[in-house]
């Protein structure tokens, strides 16, 4: 039991890990050329120096654009307690100018405990905000204003993003405007007031490169060496780690994952699969965890599906693919039946069956949507005069034929014969 | 709300435990009541008097009296030049100095005075004068680009005029400052000067509008002139145009008594919305505020720091900054941002050169000995802003992400990337998401890789679309989608220019 717990206690310690960006981004932090060093120097000197500030933060989804803001505001929160107030806007839910006043009011009442009045007007709340903000700039307190999705902001006409950073003109008020956002044209969308109110200020988060995601691989799951797990399998964990980093066959997988996305998010998914997947028995992670993470990932469900399928139905595919290519517009299961009765009477195959059963593989076909009718006017004529087409491309035929256990040499004769 | 007085403010900078001071609400100097609107150097801030070092504001004071005596021998630049030679070294070590300095260059302190803007200033004013005097309506237009000066200026005539008006002996002026975004409906804006008129706030049968037409209608004694200054002016522009009309031809009536000051970006407003207006001719005047030439820009920024008993930027440097800010935009505000942006820069090195030398002591602590000297670490005499400073910040401001954000593309949305240049290459600029997945596999076949498949394709399609590199449009088929490219063809060949297997692909 005592030796099953540490192997338990391992896994959940590396889940957690991965679950957390604080963990994540903390070897950021030494590096001052890192964004969250750059972001927490501007933020700390507006604040210290009671200047306004605006700035942009883009890259694209799963970045760590939001993480590393919230290390920030939360590194700052503790280091200047009573000074900071921070207001969290998203442009998906408050794009609307009256609907972000509204909230913009609500929060700055929650922070400072006072009455919110759902009746307030829109004028209102804007006088509320310039009065509060003035009040906050003599009290020297900062308010931060953090508007996620920044692009959606943007549309219309850009009334609240105007008289924000029109009140940071002013030399009462003192706020920092933090813009979040995964277009990178988004100073661009800003009509030309708005952007010269702006101060240019963008902090790119770009993905990691093929060294930098290797060393975040290693950072997670490194084992601490003096905890409370044993020291000699934490050793040996490790080591497993580097065998594995350095093993060809996992450079390949993990090459070939991230040539398709290298956000830090989506890293992070490839890991925690492969961590799910570690065999309890042995407890150390293996190439094959891996390997098993990166094809439950990159599954391709039209694949799947055909390799479920009967050689019936496959000559019914391969026969649509052969009409496609001669380019015969129309597509019914008559037709289909025709080419069906040539490509037998060429080749002399073993498999022919009687029209109902295929009629029957046909409507299975259509059941899992490996086919589909193309008039959706109703079900007027039967089946079998109905116009079809494939809903699986000519190349994903291809591979799902090779996969296939034990596909006759003749469909493969078939499909090659188009090239 | 207590004005924080001068003397407090002071006291708290140089006491070094006092948290960061709030920046101090400046009163406007000593005005000069004949040319109300003087050229800076006759006039000098009072601010030098409680600046940190005592010893260099007795020297500046000085220089600047010595500075107006031999101004009438010396040209400007070279009279400038020798202030720059007299003024003390600036400390970018010391965070107080940078403060300040920051401070001064913030696009939130307003300077005292604004200089470069005279002539449009003089033209509002002499005319606000005569209406005043006349007791009758007008209406000024004040067009331009942002950030060129224009609310600053109207702020500035405004305090001129009110004092103006008292010296003078006239009725005291009402004064509404409206800016246009803050109306949540634009008739509200007449609401808001009815407000001024009657501040009992009655509200009978008809409207704001309809209100003042009849005051204004009628003949009243001893009824105050109204400055209005409106900005943001386009914001009120209807459909039907009914506000911004009503609001010029209410300076039409025999009675009026408001003096309309609109303020706006758009240069022909007056022409394309209200053309009714020259027949009953009230056209109003129109102002230009020309974009700023780089010797205004200059001139600003030196007027800014000209307050500071010590030199902060290298003169190629300020002009370095002029010259590229007034060749794209003029804008003041971006002029003022990559000034300060250039200040960080060089706080960033400072810091950089502390870690560095505090690396090498620790290495000359450590027993192993064999350190070859870094050729780059000199002790570097931080004293002034460089040029490569403003070169760097420029640099960052004015280029876009977009080369980077390419190159760090993982390797199969760039071949994304490149199939749908290929297939935009003839007349055909847009195309469906199928035809761009047979293209891409077409280029992965070609070059041996396995290619993704249609779900992983329209997901790496999706997260493009979210950068703002293509564009999908909508559709109910995933493979029915309109794709189109984004972004500049010429910007994708640069960028990927340096790998050959996209070379070879792009030709």
Same mark, same amino acid.
């Given at each position: 039991m005592g030796r099953e717990s540490h192997k338990m206690k391992a896994l959940s310690l590396l889940r957690s890990r991965i679950c957390d960006p604080k963990f994540i981004f903390k070897p950021?932090?030494?590096?001052?050329?890192?964004?969250?060093?750059?972001? %927490?120097?501007?933020?700390?000197?507006? /604040?210290?120096?009671?200047?306004?500030?605006?700035?942009?933060?883009?890259?694209?989804?799963?970045?760590?654009?939001?993480?590393?803001?919230?290390?920030?505001?939360?590194?700052?929160?503790?280091? *200047?307690?009573?000074?900071?107030?921070?207001?969290?806007?998203?442009?998906?839910?408050?794009?609307?100018?009256?609907?972000?006043?509204?909230?913009?009011?609500?929060?700055l009442c929650l922070e400072h405990q006072l009455q919110f009045s759902k009746a307030a007007s829109f004028d209102d709340n804007s006088q509320f905000m310039v009065a509060m903000? %003035?009040?906050?700039?003599?009290?020297?307190? $900062?308010?931060?204003? /953090?508007?996620?999705?920044?692009?959606?902001?943007?549309?219309?006409?850009?009334?609240?993003?105007?008289?924000?950073?029109?009140?940071?003109? =002013?030399? $009462?008020?003192q706020a920092v405007v933090i813009g979040i956002s995964c277009r990178m044209d988004a100073d661009q969308l800003l009509e030309k007031r708005v952007r010269s109110r702006f101060s240019h200020r963008k902090l790119l988060f770009l993905p990691p490169s093929m060294e930098d995601s290797k060393s975040i691989l290693e950072h997670v799951m490194s084992l601490p060496v003096d905890s409370s797990l044993p020291h000699d399998y934490a050793v040996e964990f490790n080591r497993k780690v580097q065998d594995i980093l350095a093993d060809r066959r996992f450079?390949?997988?993990?090459?070939?994952?991230?040539?398709?996305?290298?956000?830090?998010?989506?890293?992070?998914?490839?890991?925690?699969?492969?961590? =799910?997947?570690?065999?309890?028995? $042995?407890?150390?992670?293996?190439c094959e965890n891996f390997e098993t993470a990166f094809s439950s990932i990159m599954r391709q469900p039209k694949l799947e599906c055909l390799k479920n399928c009967s050689i019936l139905e496959l000559y019914i595919l391969v026969c649509m693919k052969r009409l496609e290519v001669k380019e015969? $517009?129309?597509?019914?299961?008559?037709?289909?039946?025709?080419? *069906?009765?040539?490509v037998h009477d060429s080749f002399r195959t073993s498999d022919y069956y009687a029209r109902n059963v295929c009629l029957k593989a046909f409507e299975h076909l259509i059941n899992r949507e490996l086919i589909c009718f193309t008039?959706?006017?109703?079900?007027?004529?039967?089946?079998?005069?109905?116009?079809?087409?494939?809903?699986?491309?000519?190349?994903?035929?291809?591979?799902?034929? %090779?996969?296939?256990?034990?596909?006759?040499?003749?469909?493969?004769?078939?499909?090659?014969?188009?090239? | 709300m207590a004005i924080v007085p001068e003397k407090t403010a002071s006291d708290a900078r140089s006491d070094p435990n006092s948290t960061p001071g709030k920046r101090k609400l400046r009163s406007d100097g000593p005005l000069i009541m004949d040319s109300p609107i003087s050229s800076p150097t006759k006039w000098k801030s009072p601010r030098q008097c409680s600046s940190e070092n005592k010893d260099g504001a007795v020297a500046a004071k000085e220089m600047v009296a010595n500075e107006g005596e031999i101004k009438s021998h010396k040209s400007p630049s070279k009279s400038m030049q020798d202030s720059f030679a007299d003024k003390l070294k600036w400390n970018p070590k010391d965070g107080e100095q940078v403060r300040t300095v920051k401070e001064a260059l913030h696009v939130s302190t307003a300077p005292s005075t604004i200089v470069c803007r005279e002539d449009e200033q003089n033209m509002v004013f002499e005319f606000c004068k005569s209406c005043v005097e006349h007791k009758k309506a007008g209406s000024i237009y004040i067009c331009g680009c942002p950030g060129t000066g224009k609310s600053l200026s109207m702020e500035k005539v405004k305090k001129l005029l009110v004092d103006w008006a008292k010296q003078a002996g006239f009725l005291q002026l009402d004064v509404l400052s409206v800016n246009c975004t803050s109306l949540a409906n634009t008739s509200d804006i007449f609401s808001k000067m009815l407000g001024l008129n009657q501040p009992q706030g009655k509200k009978t049968e008809a409207s704001s509008l309809q209100q003042l037409q009849s005051l204004y209608s009628q003949k009243s004694s001893g009824q105050k002139m109204i400055l209005m200054v409106v900005d943001e002016l386009d914001y009120l522009i209807t459909k039907d145009r009914a506000v911004l009309h009503d609001l010029f031809t209410l300076t039409t009536f025999p009675f009026s008594r408001c003096i309309l000051i609109g303020i706006s970006n758009a240069i022909d407003l007056a022409d394309r919305f209200l053309p009714r207006l020259k027949s009953l001719n009230c056209k109003p005047i129109i102002v230009t505020f020309r974009a700023y030439s780089k010797d205004q820009i200059l001139s600003i920024l030196k007027e800014r720091l000209r307050e500071l008993p010590y030199t902060v930027f290298q003169h190629q440097a300020l002009e370095l900054c002029a010259r590229k800010v007034a060749a794209s935009s003029g804008d003041m505000r971006k002029a003022l941002c990559i000034c300060r942006s250039a200040i960080e820069m060089l706080e960033a090195e400072i810091r950089e050169s502390i870690g560095l030398s505090e690396i090498s002591l620790e290495e000359k602590a450590s027993p192993r000995q064999n350190i070859a000297s870094d050729p780059n670490h000199v002790k570097q005499e931080f004293d002034a802003v460089r040029i490569d400073h403003v070169a760097l910040a420029l640099s960052k401001t004015y280029r876009s992400p977009l080369v980077d954000t390419i190159q760090s593309l993982p390797h199969h949305q760039q071949i994304i990337l490149c199939s749908s240049m290929k297939q935009f290459r003839g007349a055909k600029k847009d195309t469906i998401l199928g035809e761009l997945y047979k293209s891409y596999t077409g280029i992965c076949k070609s070059s041996l890789i396995p290619p993704a498949g249609i779900l992983e394709f329209s997901n790496m399609c999706r997260v493009l679309n979210d950068q703002g590199l293509i564009k999908l449009g909508p559709s109910r088929e995933d493979k029915l989608k309109r794709v189109t490219l984004n972004i500049d063809e010429a910007d994708v060949t640069f960028a990927l220019q340096g790998i050959r297997f996209f070379r070879n692909c792009l030709q």
């Amino acid at each position: 039991m005592g030796r099953e717990s540490h192997k338990m206690k391992a896994l959940s310690l590396l889940r957690s890990r991965i679950c957390d960006p604080k963990f994540i981004f903390k070897p950021l932090h030494d590096s001052p050329d890192s964004n969250y060093s750059k972001l %927490k120097f501007m933020m700390s000197s507006s /604040i210290t120096e009671a200047c306004n500030n605006s700035i942009l933060l883009l890259g694209p989804r799963g970045s760590g654009k939001s993480a590393v803001l919230e290390l920030v505001v939360g590194d700052l929160l503790v280091e *200047y307690p009573d000074m900071i107030s921070v207001i969290k806007l998203s442009g998906l839910l408050h794009s609307d100018d009256n609907c972000a006043l509204k909230e913009v009011a609500r929060q700055l009442c929650l922070e400072h405990q006072l009455q919110f009045s759902k009746a307030a007007s829109f004028d209102d709340n804007s006088q509320f905000m310039v009065a509060m903000l %003035k009040e906050c700039g003599l009290a020297h307190k $900062t308010i931060v204003f /953090i508007l996620d999705e920044f692009d959606l902001f943007a549309q219309g006409k850009q009334r609240l993003l105007y008289s924000l950073l029109d009140a940071m003109q =002013s030399i $009462t008020s003192q706020a920092v405007v933090i813009g979040i956002s995964c277009r990178m044209d988004a100073d661009q969308l800003l009509e030309k007031r708005v952007r010269s109110r702006f101060s240019h200020r963008k902090l790119l988060f770009l993905p990691p490169s093929m060294e930098d995601s290797k060393s975040i691989l290693e950072h997670v799951m490194s084992l601490p060496v003096d905890s409370s797990l044993p020291h000699d399998y934490a050793v040996e964990f490790n080591r497993k780690v580097q065998d594995i980093l350095a093993d060809r066959r996992f450079k390949e997988t993990f090459n070939k994952y991230l040539n398709f996305d290298s956000s830090v998010k989506h890293l992070l998914r490839f890991l925690f699969c492969a961590v =799910s997947c570690m065999d309890l028995q $042995t407890g150390f992670l293996t190439c094959e965890n891996f390997e098993t993470a990166f094809s439950s990932i990159m599954r391709q469900p039209k694949l799947e599906c055909l390799k479920n399928c009967s050689i019936l139905e496959l000559y019914i595919l391969v026969c649509m693919k052969r009409l496609e290519v001669k380019e015969q $517009t129309l597509c019914n299961f008559n037709s289909i039946m025709k080419e *069906y009765k040539n490509v037998h009477d060429s080749f002399r195959t073993s498999d022919y069956y009687a029209r109902n059963v295929c009629l029957k593989a046909f409507e299975h076909l259509i059941n899992r949507e490996l086919i589909c009718f193309t008039d959706n006017r109703g079900h007027s004529s039967s089946v079998e005069f109905r116009p079809a087409k494939l809903l699986i491309s000519s190349s994903e035929l291809h591979q799902g034929l %090779k996969a296939y256990h034990s596909c006759p040499a003749i469909l493969h004769k078939l499909m090659d014969r188009e090239g | 709300m207590a004005i924080v007085p001068e003397k407090t403010a002071s006291d708290a900078r140089s006491d070094p435990n006092s948290t960061p001071g709030k920046r101090k609400l400046r009163s406007d100097g000593p005005l000069i009541m004949d040319s109300p609107i003087s050229s800076p150097t006759k006039w000098k801030s009072p601010r030098q008097c409680s600046s940190e070092n005592k010893d260099g504001a007795v020297a500046a004071k000085e220089m600047v009296a010595n500075e107006g005596e031999i101004k009438s021998h010396k040209s400007p630049s070279k009279s400038m030049q020798d202030s720059f030679a007299d003024k003390l070294k600036w400390n970018p070590k010391d965070g107080e100095q940078v403060r300040t300095v920051k401070e001064a260059l913030h696009v939130s302190t307003a300077p005292s005075t604004i200089v470069c803007r005279e002539d449009e200033q003089n033209m509002v004013f002499e005319f606000c004068k005569s209406c005043v005097e006349h007791k009758k309506a007008g209406s000024i237009y004040i067009c331009g680009c942002p950030g060129t000066g224009k609310s600053l200026s109207m702020e500035k005539v405004k305090k001129l005029l009110v004092d103006w008006a008292k010296q003078a002996g006239f009725l005291q002026l009402d004064v509404l400052s409206v800016n246009c975004t803050s109306l949540a409906n634009t008739s509200d804006i007449f609401s808001k000067m009815l407000g001024l008129n009657q501040p009992q706030g009655k509200k009978t049968e008809a409207s704001s509008l309809q209100q003042l037409q009849s005051l204004y209608s009628q003949k009243s004694s001893g009824q105050k002139m109204i400055l209005m200054v409106v900005d943001e002016l386009d914001y009120l522009i209807t459909k039907d145009r009914a506000v911004l009309h009503d609001l010029f031809t209410l300076t039409t009536f025999p009675f009026s008594r408001c003096i309309l000051i609109g303020i706006s970006n758009a240069i022909d407003l007056a022409d394309r919305f209200l053309p009714r207006l020259k027949s009953l001719n009230c056209k109003p005047i129109i102002v230009t505020f020309r974009a700023y030439s780089k010797d205004q820009i200059l001139s600003i920024l030196k007027e800014r720091l000209r307050e500071l008993p010590y030199t902060v930027f290298q003169h190629q440097a300020l002009e370095l900054c002029a010259r590229k800010v007034a060749a794209s935009s003029g804008d003041m505000r971006k002029a003022l941002c990559i000034c300060r942006s250039a200040i960080e820069m060089l706080e960033a090195e400072i810091r950089e050169s502390i870690g560095l030398s505090e690396i090498s002591l620790e290495e000359k602590a450590s027993p192993r000995q064999n350190i070859a000297s870094d050729p780059n670490h000199v002790k570097q005499e931080f004293d002034a802003v460089r040029i490569d400073h403003v070169a760097l910040a420029l640099s960052k401001t004015y280029r876009s992400p977009l080369v980077d954000t390419i190159q760090s593309l993982p390797h199969h949305q760039q071949i994304i990337l490149c199939s749908s240049m290929k297939q935009f290459r003839g007349a055909k600029k847009d195309t469906i998401l199928g035809e761009l997945y047979k293209s891409y596999t077409g280029i992965c076949k070609s070059s041996l890789i396995p290619p993704a498949g249609i779900l992983e394709f329209s997901n790496m399609c999706r997260v493009l679309n979210d950068q703002g590199l293509i564009k999908l449009g909508p559709s109910r088929e995933d493979k029915l989608k309109r794709v189109t490219l984004n972004i500049d063809e010429a910007d994708v060949t640069f960028a990927l220019q340096g790998i050959r297997f996209f070379r070879n692909c792009l030709q």
